[in-house]
T-cell receptor, first 113, second 117 residues
Framework: DTGVSQDPRHKITKRGQNVTFRCDPISEHNRLYWYRQTLGQGPEFLTYFQNEAQLEKSRLLSDRFSAERPKGSFSTLEIQRTEQGDSAMYLC???????????FGQGTRLTVV | GDSVTQMEGPVTLSEEAFLTINCTYTATGYPSLFWYVQYPGEGLQLLLKATKADDKGSNKGFEATYRKETTSFHLEKGSVQVSDSAVYFCALSDAGISSGSARQLTFGSGTQLTVLP
């Protein structure tokens, strides 16, 4: 048990619908990361937060994607108007600011039909 | 940009066999290097890391040495067990700080290892 919780574990949605995922990092970890992993590939960075500030966004994060971490604790990742290409595993990780390993959650598997 | 290339799998070995999973990288600056492991149904876990050239990371019988001259970080284990069956990811961090908590990790595509009894 890594301590990072993600909800839901699985989500099936119809194309065009909006979905929201939640990540609860390890308590007191001030950095939180979102990654996307497609079948047979390694995770790809999407965005990260230090406390409540979103410090970097990947080019993979299109305008349909938005992430928040309003109180510097849990984070949400929303995908609007989902497309079949959004089908993937969405991973969350958290760390302390410096010199500690990144702890990953088990991920949310999204299937867009 | 930064990139990581891993040997393609899947890799199937008999118990007690020697394991090597190759990993090479491209990066500007001086990245830190990592191996993560993903057991079935579980999240990614850090297996080992190395933060500068010639450093050797080790954990659970696995080892990898940061080779700047060959831009490599190959994973090795002398005698694998059935419980080592998992997907292994090589990764680098894009900042020059000695941790996995840099701005982001760049991962390879993963290598599926199956160890048969």
């Amino acid at each position: 048990d890594t301590g990072v919780s993600q909800d839901p574990r699985h989500k099936i949605t119809k194309r065009g619908q909006n979905v929201t995922f939640r990540c609860d990092p390890i308590s007191e970890h001030n950095r939180l990361y979102w990654y996307r992993q497609t079948l047979g590939q390694g995770p790809e960075f999407l965005t990260y937060f230090q406390n409540e500030a979103q410090l970097e966004k990947s080019r993979l994060l299109s305008d349909r994607f938005s992430a928040e971490r309003p109180k510097g604790s849990f984070s949400t990742l929303e995908i609007q108007r989902t497309e079949q290409g959004d089908s993937a595993m969405y991973l969350c990780a958290s760390t302390k600011k410096m010199n500690t390993e990144a702890f990953f959650g088990q991920g949310t598997r999204l299937t867009v039909v | 940009g930064d990139s990581v290339t891993q040997m393609e799998g899947p890799v199937t070995l008999s118990e007690e066999a020697f394991l090597t999973i190759n990993c090479t990288y491209t990066a500007t600056g001086y990245p830190s290097l990592f191996w993560y492991v993903q057991y079935p149904g579980e999240g990614l876990q850090l297996l080992l890391k190395a933060t500068k050239a010639d450093d050797k990371g080790s954990n659970k019988g696995f080892e990898a040495t940061y080779r700047k001259e060959t831009t490599s970080f190959h994973l090795e284990k002398g005698s694998v067990q059935v419980s080592d069956s998992a997907v292994y990811f090589c990764a680098l961090s894009d900042a020059g700080i000695s941790s996995g908590s840099a701005r982001q990790l760049t991962f390879g595509s993963g290598t599926q290892l199956t160890v048969l009894p």
